[in-house]
């Protein structure tokens, strides 16, 4: 059975660009231009994931999927929105979504991050894996090389949200929400030295490169 994803938007260019997309890798597919039958398809249909635009006529999007969490609705979501500022990615995040992509987006990046949403919301792992890196979900302990890892219990959640998007871009901005999510240490330069932490304590000799930092933008783990 295909996964089914449902998507919200109201600009039926990107509406049908995301359709194509997305059933073309095999996802049975769900569109909605506005939010007058979504809890009713929430209801009859098998949704494993949201597409969430915020710029919606009728109602915010971030309100919205506040208001369907409220009816115990816990489909992941991703926000897919023009709104790109740092502030308005934590907003989104607060405001019970799972991901955010910024509009124009990357169509393959789109294909990645609705693969990895799934992929982790579907069943969690016992065994996680990267390159040389095992992780073991039931000791919560990583291995690298054959060799178990001490990390500080932040450096642990920093690296676990890595492996679960690899290959995925992370901005500084979605770390702090995800890692961070309960600190009152929210700060950018928090999130820059953490990784500069971790990437010592499991590349001591620095040769692997797990983790890239991208300019202006995140890091990425590939």
Not at 33 to 56: A, F, G, H, P
Request: hydrophobic residues 40%.
């Amino acid at each position: 059975m295909n996964e089914t994803i449902m998507i919200i938007e109201d600009e039926e260019d990107i509406l049908d660009l995301m359709e194509y997309t997305l059933a073309k890798e095999g996802y049975d597919v769900i569109t909605c231009i506005d939010t007058t039958n979504v809890t009713d398809i929430l209801d009859e249909d098998d949704i494993s994931l949201i597409l969430m635009d915020r710029n919606l006529p009728s109602i915010e999007g971030t309100k919205f999927i506040n208001y369907i969490r409220s009816l115990g609705y816990n489909q992941p979501v991703i926000y897919v929105s023009a709104k790109d500022s740092s502030d308005n990615i934590l907003e989104g995040f607060k405001a019970g979504g799972d991901d955010y992509i910024t509009k124009p987006f990357n169509i393959e990046e789109l294909k990645a991050r609705v693969k990895a949403l799934i992929k982790r919301s579907s069943k969690k792992q016992d065994i996680m894996k990267f390159r040389d890196i095992t992780y073991n979900a039931s000791n919560k302990v990583f291995n690298i090389a054959g060799e178990d890892v001490k990390l500080t219990h932040l450096e642990h959640n920093l690296l676990l949200e890595f492996i679960k998007n690899e290959n995925i871009l992370l901005t500084r901005e979605m770390l702090l929400e995800k890692v961070w999510s309960d600190s009152l240490n929210k700060q950018i330069k928090t999130v820059n030295v953490a990784i500069k932490r971790l990437k010592k304590n499991i590349d001591p000799a620095g040769n692997k490169d797990y983790i890239k930092a991208i300019r202006g933008e995140g890091y990425i783990l590939c």
